[in-house]
């Protein structure tokens, strides 16, 4: 009799995770975007011996609730292996792209942030140290018709 019971609970924990999100990191928008460019793009072949091939051990945290995701994964051709870093934000329920980059054994990294952007189309705003700021006579003032009414008494009271 007890049996029913715990195999029900079971198989409702088992549904609710699913709905929740819990599924393996391989599956991830992230990992399966930056599979998809490192498989296709040319440089990567390049580096590291075409066809290539993408682990689906996946290394790494995706924090559905801060949106913040930084993920790794092998990937391997003809010549050489290396291990594929793509990290991403999570905007309005869809993740982005932040940074992708191949790190071949023993060769120097590369980047594949813009090869991703110009085939998927996808541009990721970067901060840009160097950039000028904005000149004051594109701000514009505020408007004149609004009235900002404190309550009486010290602050926090």
């Known amino acids: 009799m007890i049996r029913l019971p715990i195999v029900a609970c079971f198989v409702a924990f ?14 991830h928008p992230l990992v399966v975007e930056a599979v998809e460019e490192v ?15 993408c682990g689906t051990a996946v ?29 991403g934000k ?23 942030t813009a090869d991703l952007e110009a085939r ?7 901060f840009d140290p160097g950039a000028q700021p904005a000149s004051p006579a594109a701000a514009q003032p505020p408007p004149g018709d609004i009235e900002i009414v404190l309550p009486p008494g010290p602050p926090g009271q």
């Open 120 to 126: 998927t189309g996808t541009d990721t705003p970067k």
């Open 14 to 27: 088992v549904a609710l995770a699913g709905a929740v999100g819990c599924r393996p990191l391989s599956q």
């Open 39 to 53: 498989r296709g793009n040319a440089r990567v072949a390049e580096t590291l011996g075409g066809p290539v091939t």
């Open 90 to 112: 999570k905007t309005r329920d869809a993740w982005g792209v932040t940074m992708l980059e191949l790190r071949p054994a023993g060769g120097e990294k590369l980047s594949l």
């Open 59 to 87: 290394r790494g945290t995706a924090n559905e609730t801060d949106g913040i995701a930084s993920l790794q994964f092998d990937a391997t051709g003809s010549k050489s292996q290396g291990v594929v870093v793509v990290e």
